[in-house]
Protein backbone atom coordinates (compact mmCIF):
# COMPACT_ATOMS: atom_id res chain seq x y z
CA UNK A 1 0.00 0.00 0.00
CA UNK A 2 1.27 3.34 -0.29
CA UNK A 3 -0.34 5.59 1.93
CA UNK A 4 -2.27 8.86 1.84
CA UNK A 5 0.60 10.91 3.12
CA UNK A 6 3.57 9.58 0.65
CA UNK A 7 4.28 10.80 -2.96
CA UNK A 8 6.12 8.76 -4.96
CA UNK A 9 8.21 9.91 -7.92
CA UNK A 10 8.97 7.36 -10.69
CA UNK A 11 8.13 4.18 -11.89
CA UNK A 12 6.46 1.29 -9.83
CA UNK A 13 6.71 -2.51 -10.61
CA UNK A 14 4.83 -4.89 -8.18
CA UNK A 15 4.41 -8.55 -8.72
CA UNK A 16 1.98 -8.23 -6.09
CA UNK A 17 -1.74 -6.36 -5.35
CA UNK A 18 -1.28 -3.17 -4.52
CA UNK A 19 -3.25 0.29 -2.94
CA UNK A 20 -2.20 3.37 -3.80
CA UNK A 21 -3.76 6.22 -1.52
CA UNK A 22 -1.30 8.60 -2.20
CA UNK A 23 0.43 10.35 -5.15
CA UNK A 24 2.18 8.38 -8.14
CA UNK A 25 3.83 10.17 -10.82
CA UNK A 26 5.57 8.12 -13.81
CA UNK A 27 4.27 4.56 -14.42
CA UNK A 28 2.67 1.73 -12.60
CA UNK A 29 2.86 -1.65 -13.98
CA UNK A 30 1.29 -4.82 -12.27
CA UNK A 31 1.08 -7.65 -15.11
CA UNK A 32 -0.15 -9.78 -12.92
CA UNK A 33 -2.14 -8.39 -10.06
CA UNK A 34 -5.15 -5.57 -9.18
CA UNK A 35 -4.59 -2.42 -9.12
CA UNK A 36 -6.50 0.08 -6.54
CA UNK A 37 -6.27 3.78 -6.75
CA UNK A 38 -8.20 4.50 -3.57
CA UNK A 39 -10.13 7.72 -2.60
CA UNK A 40 -7.75 9.59 -2.11
CA UNK A 41 -5.31 8.20 -4.59
CA UNK A 42 -3.86 10.85 -7.11
CA UNK A 43 -1.70 9.24 -9.33
CA UNK A 44 -0.47 11.05 -12.66
CA UNK A 45 1.03 8.04 -14.41
CA UNK A 46 0.20 5.36 -17.54
CA UNK A 47 -1.27 2.43 -15.45
CA UNK A 48 -0.71 -1.82 -16.84
CA UNK A 49 -2.69 -3.78 -14.67
CA UNK A 50 -4.45 -7.27 -14.73
CA UNK A 51 -7.23 -5.83 -13.06
CA UNK A 52 -7.67 -1.65 -12.23
CA UNK A 53 -10.03 -0.25 -9.53
CA UNK A 54 -9.81 3.45 -9.73
CA UNK A 55 -11.89 5.09 -6.83
CA UNK A 56 -9.50 8.24 -6.97
CA UNK A 57 -8.07 10.72 -9.56
CA UNK A 58 -5.97 9.41 -12.51
CA UNK A 59 -4.42 11.32 -15.34
CA UNK A 60 -2.82 8.54 -17.35
CA UNK A 61 -3.54 6.00 -19.91
CA UNK A 62 -5.32 3.19 -18.43
CA UNK A 63 -4.46 -0.62 -19.80
CA UNK A 64 -6.43 -3.41 -17.87
CA UNK A 65 -5.64 -6.94 -19.48
CA UNK A 66 -8.66 -8.75 -17.50
CA UNK A 67 -10.93 -5.36 -16.62
CA UNK A 68 -10.60 -1.44 -15.29
CA UNK A 69 -13.50 -0.65 -12.77
CA UNK A 70 -13.86 3.87 -12.91
CA UNK A 71 -16.07 4.13 -9.25
CA UNK A 72 -18.45 6.63 -8.39
CA UNK A 73 -16.05 8.67 -6.64
CA UNK A 74 -13.24 7.91 -9.61
CA UNK A 75 -11.95 10.39 -11.91
CA UNK A 76 -9.90 9.50 -15.25
CA UNK A 77 -8.34 11.50 -18.01
CA UNK A 78 -6.98 9.51 -20.22
CA UNK A 79 -7.27 6.79 -22.61
CA UNK A 80 -8.57 3.00 -21.45
CA UNK A 81 -7.62 0.02 -23.07
CA UNK A 82 -9.38 -2.91 -21.94
CA UNK A 83 -11.54 -6.12 -22.56
CA UNK A 84 -13.66 -4.78 -19.73
CA UNK A 85 -14.60 -1.51 -18.70
CA UNK A 86 -17.62 -0.67 -15.72
CA UNK A 87 -18.16 2.54 -15.24
CA UNK A 88 -20.50 3.08 -12.10
CA UNK A 89 -22.96 5.92 -11.84
CA UNK A 90 -20.90 9.15 -10.67
CA UNK A 91 -17.89 8.08 -12.06
CA UNK A 92 -16.17 10.44 -14.61
CA UNK A 93 -14.28 9.73 -17.49
CA UNK A 94 -12.52 11.85 -20.38
CA UNK A 95 -10.80 10.38 -22.92
CA UNK A 96 -11.04 7.29 -25.30
CA UNK A 97 -12.36 3.57 -24.95
CA UNK A 98 -12.07 1.01 -28.18
CA UNK A 99 -15.35 -1.16 -28.27
CA UNK A 100 -15.24 -4.07 -30.15
CA UNK A 101 -19.23 -4.42 -30.43
CA UNK A 102 -20.44 -5.24 -34.01
CA UNK A 103 -24.38 -4.78 -34.38
CA UNK A 104 -25.56 -2.81 -36.67
CA UNK A 105 -27.36 0.19 -35.21
CA UNK A 106 -30.65 -0.83 -36.27
CA UNK A 107 -30.81 -3.79 -34.47
CA UNK A 108 -29.58 -2.72 -31.25
CA UNK A 109 -31.67 -3.77 -28.68
CA UNK A 110 -33.17 0.02 -26.97
CA UNK A 111 -31.99 0.02 -23.78
CA UNK A 112 -34.24 -0.17 -20.84
CA UNK A 113 -35.11 4.00 -19.98
CA UNK A 114 -34.05 3.59 -16.28
CA UNK A 115 -29.97 2.81 -16.51
CA UNK A 116 -28.44 0.30 -14.80
CA UNK A 117 -26.28 1.12 -11.58
CA UNK A 118 -23.22 0.09 -13.11
CA UNK A 119 -22.50 -1.15 -16.83
CA UNK A 120 -20.11 -3.96 -17.79
CA UNK A 121 -18.52 -2.91 -21.29
CA UNK A 122 -17.57 -6.80 -22.92
CA UNK A 123 -15.56 -6.37 -26.20
CA UNK A 124 -16.42 -10.01 -26.71
CA UNK A 125 -20.06 -8.56 -27.14
CA UNK B 1 -22.05 32.33 -15.06
CA UNK B 2 -22.54 28.74 -14.91
CA UNK B 3 -24.21 26.31 -12.39
CA UNK B 4 -26.40 29.33 -11.22
CA UNK B 5 -28.57 27.35 -7.68
CA UNK B 6 -31.48 24.98 -8.66
CA UNK B 7 -32.92 21.78 -8.77
CA UNK B 8 -30.85 19.19 -10.02
CA UNK B 9 -32.67 15.95 -10.15
CA UNK B 10 -31.42 13.17 -7.60
CA UNK B 11 -29.28 10.31 -9.19
CA UNK B 12 -31.16 7.79 -7.26
CA UNK B 13 -34.28 8.77 -10.10
CA UNK B 14 -34.51 6.89 -13.45
CA UNK B 15 -32.99 9.70 -16.05
CA UNK B 16 -35.99 11.43 -18.26
CA UNK B 17 -35.87 10.25 -21.61
CA UNK B 18 -35.94 11.83 -25.36
CA UNK B 19 -37.25 10.07 -28.09
CA UNK B 20 -35.54 10.82 -31.20
CA UNK B 21 -36.67 10.91 -35.06
CA UNK B 22 -32.94 11.69 -35.99
CA UNK B 23 -30.66 9.52 -34.37
CA UNK B 24 -32.39 6.73 -36.55
CA UNK B 25 -31.46 8.46 -39.04
CA UNK B 26 -27.96 9.69 -38.00
CA UNK B 27 -27.25 5.86 -37.37
CA UNK B 28 -28.36 4.35 -40.49
CA UNK B 29 -27.25 0.56 -40.82
CA UNK B 30 -25.89 0.29 -44.41
CA UNK B 31 -24.24 3.67 -43.88
CA UNK B 32 -22.59 2.90 -40.54
CA UNK B 33 -21.83 -0.88 -42.08
CA UNK B 34 -19.43 1.36 -45.02
CA UNK B 35 -17.58 3.43 -42.43
CA UNK B 36 -16.48 -0.33 -40.81
CA UNK B 37 -14.80 0.92 -36.93
CA UNK B 38 -16.24 4.26 -36.56
CA UNK B 39 -15.06 7.31 -34.88
CA UNK B 40 -17.41 8.59 -32.13
CA UNK B 41 -17.08 11.74 -30.75
CA UNK B 42 -19.00 12.94 -27.77
CA UNK B 43 -19.35 16.14 -26.13
CA UNK B 44 -21.20 14.63 -23.28
CA UNK B 45 -20.74 13.10 -19.82
CA UNK B 46 -19.61 9.58 -19.71
CA UNK B 47 -22.37 7.48 -18.17
CA UNK B 48 -23.00 3.82 -18.27
CA UNK B 49 -26.21 3.70 -20.98
CA UNK B 50 -24.40 5.78 -23.56
CA UNK B 51 -21.03 2.94 -22.91
CA UNK B 52 -23.52 0.06 -23.11
CA UNK B 53 -25.22 1.52 -26.35
CA UNK B 54 -21.69 2.64 -28.15
CA UNK B 55 -20.11 -0.58 -27.11
CA UNK B 56 -22.73 -2.26 -30.34
CA UNK B 57 -20.46 -0.84 -32.40
CA UNK B 58 -16.87 -1.57 -33.20
CA UNK B 59 -15.79 1.79 -32.37
CA UNK B 60 -13.46 3.72 -30.74
CA UNK B 61 -15.48 6.84 -28.11
CA UNK B 62 -13.91 9.67 -27.42
CA UNK B 63 -15.44 10.97 -24.26
CA UNK B 64 -14.83 15.01 -23.81
CA UNK B 65 -17.07 15.86 -21.05
CA UNK B 66 -16.88 19.48 -22.27
CA UNK B 67 -19.98 21.18 -21.16
CA UNK B 68 -18.47 22.45 -17.82
CA UNK B 69 -15.41 24.27 -19.34
CA UNK B 70 -16.90 25.33 -22.28
CA UNK B 71 -19.77 27.45 -20.31
CA UNK B 72 -16.70 28.62 -18.32
CA UNK B 73 -14.35 29.57 -21.31
CA UNK B 74 -17.62 31.55 -22.71
CA UNK B 75 -18.14 33.57 -19.46
CA UNK B 76 -14.46 34.55 -19.85
CA UNK B 77 -14.99 35.41 -23.75
CA UNK B 78 -17.97 37.36 -22.71
CA UNK B 79 -15.43 39.75 -20.46
CA UNK B 80 -12.95 39.98 -23.27
CA UNK B 81 -15.43 41.68 -25.77
CA UNK B 82 -14.11 45.26 -25.96
CA UNK B 83 -11.33 43.70 -27.65
CA UNK B 84 -12.62 40.38 -28.67
CA UNK B 85 -9.75 37.30 -29.57
CA UNK B 86 -9.16 36.58 -33.07
CA UNK B 87 -10.78 33.10 -34.36
CA UNK B 88 -6.69 32.00 -34.43
CA UNK B 89 -6.34 32.54 -31.03
CA UNK B 90 -10.07 31.45 -30.30
CA UNK B 91 -9.14 27.96 -32.03
CA UNK B 92 -5.76 27.66 -29.88
CA UNK B 93 -7.84 28.03 -26.82
CA UNK B 94 -10.74 25.99 -27.93
CA UNK B 95 -8.18 23.39 -28.95
CA UNK B 96 -6.59 23.30 -25.68
CA UNK B 97 -9.88 22.71 -23.58
CA UNK B 98 -10.85 19.72 -26.75
CA UNK B 99 -7.36 18.83 -26.53
CA UNK B 100 -8.55 14.71 -25.78
CA UNK B 101 -9.92 14.75 -29.52
CA UNK B 102 -6.54 13.63 -30.40
CA UNK B 103 -5.33 12.91 -33.77
CA UNK B 104 -8.48 11.12 -35.32
CA UNK B 105 -11.24 12.20 -37.88
CA UNK B 106 -14.87 11.46 -36.25
CA UNK B 107 -17.50 9.74 -38.45
CA UNK B 108 -20.15 10.92 -35.73
CA UNK B 109 -20.41 13.45 -33.00
CA UNK B 110 -22.75 14.08 -30.52
CA UNK B 111 -22.82 17.33 -29.35
CA UNK B 112 -26.13 17.58 -27.17
CA UNK B 113 -26.53 20.78 -26.11
CA UNK B 114 -22.78 22.29 -26.85
CA UNK B 115 -23.64 24.90 -29.39
CA UNK B 116 -25.25 26.62 -26.81
CA UNK B 117 -22.25 26.54 -24.58
CA UNK B 118 -20.00 28.63 -27.22
CA UNK B 119 -20.43 32.28 -27.25
CA UNK B 120 -21.83 33.37 -30.43
CA UNK B 121 -18.65 35.33 -31.51
CA UNK B 122 -16.87 31.97 -30.89
CA UNK B 123 -18.97 29.56 -33.20
CA UNK B 124 -17.04 30.49 -36.25
CA UNK B 125 -13.71 29.42 -34.64
CA UNK B 126 -15.32 26.14 -33.11
CA UNK B 127 -16.64 25.39 -36.98
CA UNK B 128 -13.46 25.90 -37.89
CA UNK B 129 -11.04 23.89 -35.42
CA UNK B 130 -13.85 20.81 -35.80
CA UNK B 131 -13.04 20.99 -39.44
CA UNK B 132 -10.14 19.18 -38.84
CA UNK B 133 -11.45 16.97 -36.63
CA UNK B 134 -14.36 15.50 -38.95
CA UNK B 135 -14.50 12.60 -41.31
CA UNK B 136 -15.99 13.59 -44.82
CA UNK B 137 -18.77 11.41 -44.18
CA UNK B 138 -19.92 12.94 -40.63
CA UNK B 139 -23.08 12.92 -39.21
CA UNK B 140 -23.77 15.33 -35.98
CA UNK B 141 -26.17 15.63 -33.62
CA UNK B 142 -27.73 18.05 -31.18
CA UNK B 143 -29.68 20.53 -29.61
CA UNK B 144 -30.46 23.92 -29.65
CA UNK B 145 -32.58 26.42 -27.64
CA UNK B 146 -35.42 27.27 -29.95
CA UNK B 147 -37.86 29.04 -28.78
CA UNK B 148 -37.84 32.56 -27.16
CA UNK B 149 -38.91 31.87 -22.99
CA UNK B 150 -37.28 28.60 -22.33
CA UNK B 151 -35.36 28.08 -19.54
CA UNK B 152 -32.08 27.71 -19.96
CA UNK B 153 -30.63 24.65 -18.46
CA UNK B 154 -27.25 22.98 -18.61
CA UNK B 155 -28.50 18.98 -19.45
CA UNK B 156 -25.91 16.02 -19.25
CA UNK B 157 -27.72 13.52 -21.90
CA UNK B 158 -26.46 10.37 -22.99
CA UNK B 159 -27.74 7.73 -25.41
CA UNK B 160 -30.49 5.27 -24.52
CA UNK B 161 -31.60 3.65 -27.30
CA UNK B 162 -31.95 3.63 -30.92
CA UNK B 163 -34.04 6.90 -31.00
CA UNK B 164 -33.95 7.24 -27.00
CA UNK B 165 -31.97 10.05 -25.51
CA UNK B 166 -31.75 9.85 -21.36
CA UNK B 167 -31.26 13.49 -19.93
CA UNK B 168 -29.62 12.32 -16.44
CA UNK B 169 -29.61 15.64 -15.02
CA UNK B 170 -30.84 19.46 -15.51
CA UNK B 171 -29.97 22.65 -13.65
CA UNK B 172 -30.40 25.85 -14.36
CA UNK B 173 -27.69 27.80 -16.06
CA UNK B 174 -26.61 31.08 -18.03
CA UNK B 175 -26.54 29.76 -21.64
CA UNK B 176 -26.00 31.13 -25.18
CA UNK B 177 -28.76 30.60 -27.31
CA UNK B 178 -28.33 31.26 -31.15
CA UNK B 179 -30.55 31.14 -34.57
CA UNK B 180 -30.71 28.38 -36.76
CA UNK B 181 -28.83 30.84 -39.48
CA UNK B 182 -26.37 32.07 -37.16
CA UNK B 183 -25.30 28.17 -37.11
CA UNK B 184 -25.66 27.40 -40.40
CA UNK B 185 -23.50 30.29 -41.33
CA UNK B 186 -20.57 29.55 -38.69
CA UNK B 187 -20.35 25.79 -39.48
CA UNK B 188 -19.74 26.96 -43.05
CA UNK B 189 -19.47 24.59 -46.52
CA UNK B 190 -18.39 21.28 -44.45
CA UNK B 191 -21.32 20.79 -41.90
CA UNK B 192 -24.63 21.87 -42.28
CA UNK B 193 -27.82 21.57 -40.33
CA UNK B 194 -29.67 18.81 -42.46
CA UNK B 195 -32.82 17.99 -40.62
CA UNK B 196 -33.99 19.81 -37.23
CA UNK B 197 -36.91 18.78 -35.10
CA UNK B 198 -38.53 20.72 -32.91
CA UNK B 199 -39.46 19.29 -29.42
CA UNK B 200 -42.01 20.67 -26.84
CA UNK B 201 -40.04 21.84 -24.31
CA UNK B 202 -38.33 24.32 -26.99
CA UNK B 203 -35.37 22.84 -28.04
CA UNK B 204 -34.64 22.25 -31.65
CA UNK B 205 -33.03 18.59 -32.40
CA UNK B 206 -30.97 18.64 -35.17
CA UNK B 207 -29.40 16.85 -37.55
CA UNK B 208 -25.61 17.80 -39.18
CA UNK B 209 -24.60 16.56 -42.30
CA UNK B 210 -21.13 17.16 -44.23
CA UNK B 211 -22.12 19.03 -47.40
CA UNK B 212 -19.84 16.34 -49.64
CA UNK B 213 -21.87 13.26 -48.13
CA UNK B 214 -24.86 15.09 -49.09
CA UNK B 215 -23.34 15.90 -52.52
CA UNK B 216 -23.06 11.80 -52.96
CA UNK B 217 -26.26 11.17 -51.94
CA UNK B 218 -27.73 13.51 -54.60
CA UNK B 219 -26.06 11.31 -57.02
Not at chain 1, 102 to 123: L, Q, R, W
Request: glycine content about 10%.
Amino acid sequence: MIGSKVKVNGDIISSEDLLVEGEVTGTITLSENELVIGTSGRVQANINAKTVRIEGEVKGDVDGSERVVICASGNVQGNVSSPRVMLEDGGRFKGSIDMGGSKPASAAKPAPAVAPEVHTIDKAG
Amino acid sequence: MIGLPGKKSDRNEPPETVTSRLLPVMLDEKRLASLGTLNILDFGRANSGSLEFFNQFSCRLCVLDAADSLLEWSAGLQTRMEEPPSNQQMQLELSGLLSSMGAHRYDLVFFWDTLNHLHEHALCAFAGLMRRYLSADCRGHGFMLHKRGTQPMLRHMGMAGDNLISVHSQTPAVLYPHNRKVVNDALGPDLRIDQGVLHGDGHLEFLLVSDAAKAQGKR
